[in-house]
């Protein structure tokens, strides 16, 4: 394995350019201390050259949000027949797109929270207020809004009065094209990452997330001291259970390869809510992959050494 060379690729042009780039130093890092030799490529007009002309073994996608996680890089690496690690492009495009990852687990009998999307266009043809108006009748306050696409957090906000709507669905509008709207569930908000190993995928220890401002939003991931993390969560054995296999479950209903991180969020009857699905897990310092490998004993190195393996022979 240390005549191993792979490329992690980090960057890209999408919102999370700056996080993405943190991620792909420390994975870099990590590799190196196991012995792999590792070039940082950011995925820019030079990769489809790089891919051509000077092949890795691997590639490690360390890209968050747009074509990172949306299939798109994916799509390029398989078209180029190169080894990665990550879900392949027809799982992402399902996970990527939040809506539909609900949708298709609440038809495997998974539990989420209410939710409608609605598309900006909606708003602006059909008039914004009878709109919001109605998704309060429907859903009831207080609301979380996300962008239905995209990752870190970004646009999404905890709506706890109808007179902030029309504010919180621009600044959400800001980063998407349409906006899930979910019934805001009060409770234990947990992340559990997965990764793939010979008998097939295992949840590491579930990471509870305490945001000082009350909302796991952007600043509150990416600023050191916002949030507190319990790692493992403090959770009883059968709530710690529940949502590892919650998050199994997630992984394998929506193909997903590798590694992937499902939210969660444990409500006060113990009900395990889905919320949503990554399949580029952060690997930053604030970041909760790394926390997770640590309390359970591992190295992220010697974790993404055996997939860059797997992805190499399979």
């Known amino acids: 394995m240390s005549e191993r060379w792979v490329a992690v690729l980090s960057g890209g042009l999408s919102h999370e350019r700056e996080v993405s780039l943190r991620s792909g130093r420390r994975l870099s890092a990590a590799l190196r201390s196991v012995g792999l030799t590792v070039e940082e490529w950011d995925a820019d007009s030079n990769l489809?050259?790089?891919?051509?002309?000077?092949?890795?073994?691997?590639?490690?996608?360390?890209l968050h949000g747009g074509e990172?996680?949306?299939?798109?890089?994916?799509?390029?690496?398989?078209?180029?027949?190169?080894?990665?690690?990550g879900t392949d492009s027809r799982?992402?495009?399902?996970?990527?797109?939040?809506?539909?990852?609900?949708?298709?687990?609440?038809?495997?009998?998974?539990?989420?929270?209410?939710?409608?999307?609605?598309?900006?266009?909606?708003?602006?043809?059909?008039?914004?207020q009878p709109v919001l108006d109605a998704m309060v009748d429907t859903l009831g306050l207080p609301l979380m809004l996300k962008p239905d696409q995209g990752g870190s957090a970004l646009g999404a906000q905890v709506v706890r009065d109808a007179g902030q709507l029309p504010a919180a669905m621009v600044g959400c509008l800001a980063y998407g094209e349409a906006v899930l709207a979910?019934?805001?569930?009060?409770?234990?908000?947990?992340?559990?990452?997965?990764?793939?190993?010979?008998?097939?995928?295992?949840?590491?220890?579930?990471?509870?997330?305490?945001?000082?401002?009350g909302v796991y939003d952007y600043t509150a991931r990416y600023t050191a001291g916002l949030t507190d993390f319990h790692t493992p969560a403090r959770l009883d054995a059968s709530a710690a259970k529940a949502v590892g296999e919650l998050a199994v479950e997630a992984h394998r209903l929506l193909g997903l390869r590798d590694v992937s991180?499902?939210?969660?969020?444990?409500?006060?009857?113990?009900?395990?809510?889905?919320?949503e699905v990554t399949v580029s897990p952060g690997l930053t310092e604030t970041s909760l992959l790394p926390m997770a490998a640590e309390a359970a004993g591992e190295s992220?190195?010697?974790?993404?050494?055996?997939?860059?393996e797997r992805a190499v022979t399979r």
Not at 261 to 274: E, Q, S
Request: hydrophobic content about 45%; glycine content about 8%.
């Open 48 to 62: 489809v050259g790089r891919l051509r002309d000077h092949r890795p073994d691997a590639v490690v996608v360390a």
């Open 68 to 85: 990172g996680e949306n299939g798109s890089v994916q799509t390029v690496l398989e078209m180029f027949g190169v080894p990665y690690v």
């Open 91 to 128: 799982a992402c495009r399902r996970a990527w797109d939040k809506p539909t990852a609900k949708a298709e687990l609440v038809r495997a009998g998974l539990t989420t929270p209410e939710w409608v999307v609605l598309p900006h266009a909606t708003f602006r043809e059909l008039g914004a």
């Open 182 to 213: 979910e019934k805001y569930v009060e409770g234990v908000e947990v992340a559990v990452s997965v990764v793939d190993g010979p008998d097939g995928p295992r949840a590491l220890p579930a990471v509870e997330i305490v945001p000082e401002s």
């Open 261 to 275: 991180r499902t939210d969660a969020i444990i409500a006060a009857d113990g009900t395990v809510h889905f919320l």
């Open 300 to 308: 992220l190195g010697e974790i993404y050494a055996a997939l860059i």
